[in-house]
């Protein structure tokens, strides 16, 4: 943590959140965040764009220091391992406006962070507001409203969120997984089969 820090030149104090998407960046709710922000003037409020190819990454970091954001967020583009940005930030934000699967999400969770998040799908299967996530909506004057929230909590309360969003995931990593498929087809090996009559046919 305090080495990725250091590489992202981040004052020990500094509250850091981090986005984290391979593109699709409206989609997802950065333009969101960064409006946010800038309505914002607590400089400490860093934010860490994981993901995009070059180009996108190009026009985010413009529309950064058009908003004067240039010094509070770094865009470091596509990662192989985002593990160090998840671990040496203090929380995690995906304002998205839909999503199919919330990897992402599951990833920040199971890394001890706290959630700035939409109740997408998938998201709502483990989201408490004020347990274990800061739950926006998909427009500016929320995510500033849950950025404001998350600034409220001390360093302490923000790592007890984080703690609380890692226990609620625990039943999604690989070792439950597997023991939930084994359970299922030890039940259906063992229950009757037989054709559907006529009667039972929709």
């Not at 909506?137 to 500033?144: F, G, L, M, N």
């Not at 969120?161 to 597997?178: C, L, T, Y």
């Amino acid at each position: 943590r305090a080495a990725a820090r250091q590489m992202l030149s981040l004052h020990p104090d500094d509250a850091a959140l981090v986005f984290v998407a391979l593109g699709n960046f409206e989609h997802k709710g950065l333009p969101l965040i960064l409006e946010a922000m800038a309505a914002i003037p607590d400089p400490p409020l860093k934010l860490v764009v994981v993901g995009g190819l070059p180009d996108v990454v190009t026009e985010y970091s413009a529309k950064a220091a058009s908003l004067g954001l240039d010094a509070r967020v770094t865009c470091v583009g596509m990662q192989g391992d985002v593990r160090p940005y998840l671990w040496m930030a203090d929380g995690f934000v995906l304002p998205s406006l839909h999503e199919t699967f919330p990897l992402v999400a599951l990833e920040a969770a199971a890394a001890g962070l706290p959630l700035i998040v939409t109740l997408v799908s998938g998201v709502d299967e483990f989201v408490s507001d004020g347990e274990n996530a800061l739950v926006v909506e998909y427009d500016v004057a929320s995510v500033a409203k849950g950025l404001r929230r998350f600034l409220a909590l001390t360093p302490e309360a923000r790592r007890a969120m984080g703690r609380r969003a890692q226990n609620a995931v625990i039943r999604f990593d690989v070792q439950n997984f597997f023991a939930e498929w084994r359970q299922f087809y030890s039940q259906a090996s063992q229950g009757p089969h037989r054709r559907p009559t006529l009667e039972s046919r929709p």
